[in-house]
């Protein structure tokens, strides 16, 4: 066999054991809050067929899904046509019928369509999966990439969005990140807005401009605005409002003074008021949540309430987000079933979290001990002990060869283990083990009991 | 938009919150035995370049691998030539660079290879991830599962096996599995003897048929030896062998004995006597391992000792196995290491436990509290008593609509929730609330501080 070199598809990357031990140490902190506050976990295939995948994110979507080849002989049912074969777009559909999942929230609606008459609503459930996107590969995006997803669904309750905000500030809590805001805004506000301006039809299109005013700037945004042909007086009303300062009452005061002409926006203003509400009950509830009106969103599906988080200390985008939506599954033949949900970023928490230098306690999953392994003959006593301190539920390792003293500590310096253990034919007669403390560079001969003793003090 | 039937891929499942429970039960015990013995975690995307999982799983694997359709306009690049379209087997390579992983040993070979330099060896890791093949899907069978595999690599001591035969008595008796028995063998016994009879060339042959004998039997298992020209004298040699009873001492000295002509053979001899006396050295070490001579494992990189475990209460194939390569990683250009892995069967295992019963214990993530919503008047101090249970980290829910009280206690009955807190403009009024334990059908009405209590006693 030929060697082949090595290496990764673009966009995509391995986990390390270190890397490995910070993600699971976001990812249990997410899964224990949404444990905690009732969501139950799901997991869906990696694969959905590509009926169920296509047409729910947009052109530019379909173009990032990844494709899978049907097996066997795939050419066999082609049209047998040259202008097939020369048109990619054609011979797709005919030669693939599965693709990888592109977000979790369209395979969740699947499964509730699939579930419907097993599941009890509200359903809230969580899950934790990469998803894939033929993205073209930079910094911070990847072409696999995990999402941690919480929705509730069956309810149009607004005590869902206050629930995920406290489900967020505990999160971000428990992380110990404490420099970020939570936005707060509600698309029937400026739906509302673009309807009495006649540009109703166009509120999806405007939502993606606005979404690229953190980027671009408000005189940039009118621009293109303009450009865009909308309304010079609906860019007017929307910058007065867009630009609106002080805290969300103020705020409200001002658009149900302004806007009185929107049932929808005044709808929109309504729920922000009762989401407030909610917060406002609870000692120090509304904590780092800002209602800011020029936020959007990208995602078309979101009807009420959007969400999102930002990172103040460090220049990334969202580190989370979310929102609601009134039909996600009546694609699926599920009709009338409004939703919550919020996505934590994982990737980008563990980038802010690493520039932030937050996790500068967690190590590696922690071998206490490492017994050196001298020669075959004290190798079996190690072993014995090995055995007895696993039982004690102490992790331990024995150096499986008789190597070199200085290459088995050097193992332990680079795995971390704070402990040595040295068992020689001496030890061995005595019955006992010299113990090295590896940062404080002591050593002391103990019993085994002794030893079992001081590593379940520690 | 029309209406999509939603449908999942053949082959694949959703795992819904009640099998989710129960499956994290299974990988958590692994997972803490695994940290136990110092294996470190690894994680490896789902997609690899097709160069590197080609060519590893013999012709029929590479018939399994599910392929990626390269993004963009995929037949741009194409020969564009006829004989190409009409033959797939020419067109894929073209039209196809990536495709899913089809086990986690060679991308874990991939990842030694390329991080060569910076692993401190022996490297211990486990890695739990889905593996995909494009299979005939059957009962047991699917086209997307769960492998849980630990490897040492960088030693060819056989502590390593040692440790690898009590980590899997430990998982199985964590797991309340107790009808069980480890196999394990030598790779070089039966090598040895093709080779003493002249048929060392097709020693990876000879082991696929043996590894049939438990599904058809001795009688049929010789037809077949002899259909595919293996000589008679072997034959008979493997019968006597095979066929030996006993326990491994026994078997161990027959062997010595008849056949001291292969020095590959006695080496594999020697390295059972090896890995049974570590097991020996400790107290109720040796457990349900037993020497198999007929056990051969099917995959083609195994040099040394094999393991596999089989349920001995369920008509079940095996429920996990491994063994030792000598060369992983040799066609990622890094030669020469010697390595021993493990892996569970996840799926089986849950399989076998579901058959025994043995998940009764395992319910739900379990909510502990519902909270009903009588009236918007008494939601928002039930939405207090809810952050106050939460933030004495009891997982506690309120109900999302005021809708009628026996809806609401049936979503706590199909929930499996044991406690419900009434909350009604009476307990509002008095600052208390009732508790209904619906297990018992008891309810007594306390004070929040006292259900916070009673709860954090439960």
Redesign the interface.
Same mark, same amino acid.
């Given at each position: #066999?030929n %060697?082949?070199? !090595?290496? *990764?598809?673009r966009g995509?990357?391995?986990?390390? !054991?270190d890397v #490995? +031990?910070k993600r699971?140490f976001i990812l249990n902190i997410i899964r224990a809050a949404f444990?905690? =506050?009732?969501f139950?976990?799901?997991? %869906?295939?990696?694969?959905?067929?590509l009926? +169920?995948l296509s047409?729910k994110y947009g052109d530019e979507g379909d173009?990032?899904l990844?494709?899978? *080849?049907n097996?066997?002989?795939? #050419? @066999?049912k082609v049209d047998n046509d040259?202008k097939t074969? *020369? $048109?990619?777009g054609k011979?797709?559909p005919q030669?693939?019928?599965?693709g990888?999942r592109y977000d979790l929230t369209v395979p969740f609606a699947? =499964?509730v @369509? #699939?579930?419907q008459h097993d599941i &009890?609503f !509200?359903f809230?459930?969580y899950q934790i999966q990469?998803v894939?996107r @033929?993205d073209r590969p930079q910094k911070g995006r990847y072409?696999?990439f995990f999402q941690c997803d919480a929705d +509730?669904i069956g %309810?149009d309750?607004l005590?869902?969005e206050?629930?995920i905000a406290?489900l967020v500030h505990?999160v971000f809590h428990n992380l110990g990140l404490r420099d970020y805001v939570l936005k707060v805004n509600n698309r029937k506000i400026l739906e509302g807005i673009a309807e009495s301006a006649g540009d109703k039809k166009r509120a999806g299109e405007f939502f993606v401009l606005l979404d690229k005013l953190d980027k671009i700037g408000l005189h940039h945004l009118k621009e293109l605005l303009e450009e865009n042909r909308f309304h010079r007086d609906f860019i007017a009303r929307i910058e007065r409002i867009i630009t609106l300062t002080g805290d969300h009452q103020h705020k409200l005061d001002f658009l149900e003074r302004n806007m009185s002409g929107s049932e929808m926006a005044r709808e929109g203003v309504g729920e922000i008021r009762k989401f407030f509400? =909610?917060l406002e009950?609870?000692?120090d509830?509304i904590k780092q949540t800002e209602l800011d009106i020029s936020l959007a969103r990208g995602l078309s599906y979101y009807t009420g309430m959007i969400l999102e988080v930002k990172a103040t200390g460090v220049r990334i985008g969202s580190i989370g987000g979310g929102g609601r939506y009134d039909n996600l599954a009546g &694609?699926?033949?599920l009709p009338g079933m409004s939703g919550v949900g919020f996505s934590f970023g994982i990737d980008r928490i563990f980038d802010v979290m690493e520039e932030l230098n937050l996790f500068s306690d967690h190590n *590696?999953?922690a %071998?206490k001990i490492l017994i050196t392994n001298f020669d075959p003959e004290t190798?079996?006593y190690a072993?014995?002990i090995l055995?007895k301190l696993?039982r004690a539920?102490i992790?331990?390792?024995?150096f499986? $060869?008789p190597v070199k003293i200085k290459k088995q500590l050097?193992?332990a310096n680079?795995?971390e283990i704070p402990f040595v253990l040295m068992i020689g034919s001496e030890e061995l007669k005595k019955g006992v083990c010299s113990l090295k403390d590896m940062n404080r560079g002591e050593q002391e001969e103990l019993t085994i009991d002794a030893l079992i003793e001081k590593m379940n003090r520690i």
């Open positions: #066999m %060697t082949i070199k !090595p290496a *990764l598809p995509t990357r391995d986990f390390p !054991p #490995m +031990v699971n444990e905690k =506050y009732g139950l976990p799901l997991e %869906t295939p990696a694969m959905e067929n009926s +169920v047409g173009q990032l990844f494709k899978i *080849l097996s066997g002989d795939f #050419m @066999a040259e074969f *020369l $048109d990619y011979l797709t030669i693939s019928e599965k990888l699947r =499964y @369509a #699939m579930n &009890v !509200p809230k459930r990469p894939w @033929a072409r696999e +509730v %309810t309750s005590l869902c206050a629930e406290i505990e509400e =909610y009950s609870l000692e509830g &694609v699926f033949g *590696l999953p %071998t190798e079996k072993f014995q055995s696993r539920d992790r331990a390792e024995l499986p $060869d050097n193992y680079k795995r």
